[in-house]
Every structure is written in C-alpha cells, then in structure tokens.
C-alpha cells in the first residue's frame, strides 16, 4: 500500500486513511466500552465478583481513550514495527487476557477480527500477514490450553482454530488489496486535482492578460466570465458587474443574436459587429463564437452548452494593419529618399539662381513657396534616413556621463529662445548634482523631440507645459515632460513607439522611435501614462512622457560630439 518513510509518513498521509484511523481507533474505544458494560452487568448480575476481569475492561478502555486522544495527526507508518504496539499489540494482548482469564462461556476470539483489519488497511502487507499469523498462533495456542484444562479430545478445537486463522488470512489479504487499490485511485485523483488547479490558473491568468476580450455566455443569455478586455469593449462607462445577461442593454443586441445562433446551429460562428452606445461612436468588433459542447454531449456528460466569444477590436486591428503598411512603406522610402536628395539639392539651387533675377514680388513670392516645399521634402528625407544614421550611432557610441538638471536646463533654454512667447513652460530640476549615463547631443535629441511633440498639442495656459527632473527613494532618476493635450486614442497609444507610426498625415512616426532606440542604447528608458497634476486650473490631465535613466557614480566626462544627427 503505501510506501512513505516513516519520518514524513504523518505530514503526506492522505485524508481517506486519517479518517480510516480515527474510525478504528474510535472502534477500539467503543468495544471497551461495551466489554466494561457487559463485565460489569454480568457480575451483577450473577452475583459473582471477578475483579480482575474487571480491571482489564477498564485498563484497555484508558489505553483505548489515550490513544484516540493523542493519535490526531494520523496513522503511524505502515511498516511493521514498535509504533503499532499502542494500537494492535494492545488489542492482541487485551483480547487473549480476556479470553484466559474469563472463567464464563463467552469466546472472545471474533474481536481479534478488529486489529487484524487495521493492519490490512492501513499497513503493508507484511504488517497484515504477521498480524493475521500472530492471531493463528494464538487461536492454536488456546486450543491446546482448553485441551490440557479439560483433558477432552481437542481436534476439533484445533480444526476450528486452523478454519478462523485461514479465514482471517483471507480477509486480510482481500481487506490490503483493496485498501491498496484506493490508496492508487487517491494518488490519482490528488494528482489529477494538481493539474486541473494548475491549468485552471494558467487559463485564468491568459484570458485576464488577453488583449481581445473573451466572454463566456449560457443558453440562457448570461455572461459567466468575461475578461477585462471583454468588459471594457461592452462598457459604455464603468465596468458592469458580473453575471449580466445580454438581454439588459440594448448595444449588446448583435452579441445576444450571435450568442442564440451558434446553440440554435452548434456551428462556430464569425462577424463584425458594432455596438452603438448612446451618444457615442459605434465601436466596432470583429467577434468568433465557439460552443464548449454539443447538446448530445452536454446531456450524456450531464453538463450545460456555453458559448465563448471571442471579441477583437477593429479599430485595434485597423491600426495594426496600418502599422505594418507604414513600416513597409518606411523601407521603401528609405531607397527612395537616398535617390531624391541629389535632383532636390538640383531644384534648391536652380531656385536660388532664379529669384536672384526676379523683380516682380508675385513671381518672387512663388520662388519661396518652391524654397519651403523644397526645404520640406529635404527635411523628410533626412528624418527618413536618420534611422540608419540613429542605429549607427547607437552601435558606435562610447559611453559617457553628464549633471542631469544642467544639461536639462541649457537645452530647456536654447529651445525656450527660438519661440519665448509660444515655448513656455513650468521647469522643475530635482535632481540635483545628480549624474546619469547619456550622451549629451543624444539626450538634447530626445528632449527636442518630446518638447516639439508637445508644443504641438499642448494649450496656451502657462502651466500647460512642465518640464520635471526627479529622485525616487530608490535612488530611480527620472525625466519627465507634460502636457494638458487632449487624450491618445488606445489605438494610437500603443503603437507610440513604433516607426512610421503617427496619427498625423504630416508627420514621418520617426520622433519617439529614434527616441526609444536612443534610451535603451544608454540603459535607460521611456514610456507614456495619461496622468493628472495640480496646476492654477486645478487638477489637470495630462500626456506624460518619461525617460527613466540608469544613475551612475562615475565622475562626469566631457561630452563627446560624434556622427551628429542632422535635425
């Protein structure tokens, strides 16, 4: 049966086999008991005082009773040894004293059939066998004392010993192979518990962390489980709470059609959908549907038909298919910029010759929209080739240190003097003398651009722009630059920083990536988070940009101009 070593045998032991023990040991109790209550009412009721019977009775109920008081943790190990003598080598002990010293008619040999159990069930097989041979012997061994006392001829006596004994060798055996076969179904079933669990929070945790939402719907239109995803593309505000029914809101109309026909066909089904929110904008979805089971599976494995739904955001799959277009139109332009620098530098000079020799203010004004447009499209092809130019530089750039507040400061004050009366700001250094690992025309790019981008949407107030340098506890120093635009649309927020991605037709998406190549080539790091802060309007919400810079104790360097970006 079980194989555990004794040391660890009580903290391992399973549930079925405690109980099993405390039934036994609870058994024993119980016999004592009734021996007491019999010994002591016959000699009543004889009138025949045996004291020493009695003393028996009452010293095995006190062992009995010790030991299902002290016995609460479990078995002892299943082996044969000296931890069974409290339990079985009692029982034999008291059961033969008895069977001696009673001078009645009562035969006390059927209780023997109650250590040998234990031992069948909850000891080794060898526990069980010497157990049952402990009890032949003893059977044999009063067959032959009866047979002395009385002089009678006792083969009967000894054939009726041999028939018990081998009846209780047979019960014990049939007793440990079935004990044997539960202890296996419960390895099984504990095993099989651990991996459910298991998988049970493996699929939790992947359908919480899903970006597409998942719900779960019954035949009667109730949503079980739904993910975040799920619940917020349902929402037209907060979160609804969970069960809902589909039939409670009017937007989630296509989903409750969808829901019915796919248990009305038990086929998987495929659509785009829009839900329409009362004064907002549809929000359209391309939704999957799967049955967990048939309706003649559901009622032979006698379980109910869910439904599960699969909702994907087609605004987020709209916006993914336009990254990857732009990505591939960003190679493409890339060759092509290489081939129109040399006929633009060509345009720009040609132009520059002919206002030279223009009077005529219209025609001249025509000669600069050509300078503007010409020194635009010059302008986007350098954006475009700087990618290579910024991956060159991030793979040959040495490393070096800078004073985080100075540095900040002197680039805050050459781009707050192109524009004074627009580039206004709120600037707040914290930092310090502390010194960061960057690359000082590195980190003026970044801040340039973070600047540029929030100018662009920021508001006329003062406060509007903030420029913040700070220290954590942890020693975490950080940049942050803030803006009261208005909210990114999600769609836009996560592809932020990814190439040729921007919101605007105008705009080549190159900014915030060279940014974030620029960071991690220094150890550092930026991200985006939508977040409020105290102005002279009050609490305001804001765009934040933060670069997250690993701290350094070296002494600062001379910041080294190599391969400078043409901005």
Request: charged fraction near 15%; proline fraction near 5%; charge should be neutral.
């Amino acid at each position: 049966m079980q194989t555990l070593p004794a040391g660890n045998y009580l903290a391992t032991v399973d549930a079925p086999f405690v109980r099993m023990w405390r039934g036994f040991l609870t058994g024993r109790l119980m016999v004592a008991l009734a021996l007491l209550v019999l010994q002591g009412a016959g000699q009543i009721i004889n009138q025949v005082a045996d004291p020493t019977v009695l003393a028996l009775c009452v010293a095995y109920l006190v062992a009995t009773v010790a030991l299902r008081v002290l016995a609460r943790q479990g078995p002892p190990s299943p082996g044969a040894g000296p931890q069974w003598l409290p339990s079985i080598g009692i029982d034999l002990a008291a059961i033969t004293a008895l069977q001696l010293l009673h001078a009645g008619t009562m035969n006390f040999t059927p209780l023997f059939g109650l250590p040998i159990l234990m031992a069948a069930v909850l000891g080794t097989l060898t526990l069980a066998l010497g157990t049952t041979a402990g009890v032949t012997l003893l059977l044999l061994g009063w067959a032959w004392w009866m047979g002395a006392r009385t002089g009678d001829d006792d083969a009967q006596r000894y054939l009726q010993s041999a028939l018990t004994g081998t009846g209780y060798f047979i019960v014990s055996y049939l007793v440990h192979q079935l004990a044997t076969r539960l202890a296996r179904e419960q390895e099984v079933a504990q095993q099989s518990q651990i991996a459910a669990r298991v998988q049970t929070q493996v699929s939790a945790l992947v359908i919480q962390n899903l970006t597409d939402g998942v719900l779960v719907v019954d035949e009667n239109d109730v949503v079980r489980v739904a993910n975040p995803a799920g619940l917020q593309l349902l929402a037209s505000g907060a979160l609804p709470d969970l069960p809902l029914t589909l039939q409670s809101a009017s937007p989630w109309k296509p989903l409750l059609i969808l829901a019915r026909r796919t248990f009305r066909h038990e086929l998987p089904q495929t659509a785009d959908v829009d839900l329409l929110h009362p004064g907002q904008s549809p929000t359209g979805l391309h939704v999957r549907t799967w049955l967990t089971s048939t309706r003649e599976a559901a009622r032979e494995a006698h379980t109910e038909r869910l439904c599960v739904m699969f909702l994907h955001d087609l605004r987020e799959m709209e916006a993914r298919l336009r990254t990857e277009k732009l990505a591939a139109m960003g190679r493409m332009s890339a060759a092509v910029a290489h081939e129109i620098r040399n006929p633009l530098a060509a345009i720009v000079q040609a132009n520059a010759l002919l206002e030279e020799d223009l009077h005529d203010p219209a025609q001249k004004r025509l000669a600069h929209m050509v300078q503007q447009n010409a020194d635009r499209l010059a302008r986007i092809a350098e954006e475009v080739l700087d990618i290579a130019r910024v991956q060159h530089q991030i793979s040959h750039a040495p490393a070096s240190t800078l004073q985080l507040d100075e540095t900040i400061a002197q680039i805050w004050h050459d781009w707050q003097a192109q524009d004074p009366v627009q580039r206004r700001a709120v600037v707040m250094l914290d930092t310090q003398a502390t010194q960061v690992e960057f690359d000082g025309e590195h980190l003026r790019r970044v801040l340039v651009n973070l600047l540029d981008n929030a100018l662009r949407y920021m508001g006329p107030e003062p406060d509007s722009l903030c420029v913040a340098t700070r220290t954590t506890p942890a020693g975490q120093v950080s940049l942050q630059v803030w803006s009261d635009g208005a909210p990114m649309d999600k769609s836009v927020e996560r592809h932020l920083f990814e190439p040729f991605f921007s919101s605007e037709s105008r705009s080549s998406g190159l900014g915030l990536y060279i940014c974030r190549e620029l960071c991690q080539r220094h150890g550092a790091s930026i991200s985006y988070q939508r977040l409020n802060r105290t102005t002279l309007r009050g609490e305001t919400g804001g765009n934040a940009f933060t670069v997250g810079f690993r701290r350094t104790t070296r002494p600062a360097d001379a910041a080294t101009l190599f391969d400078t970006i043409v901005v």
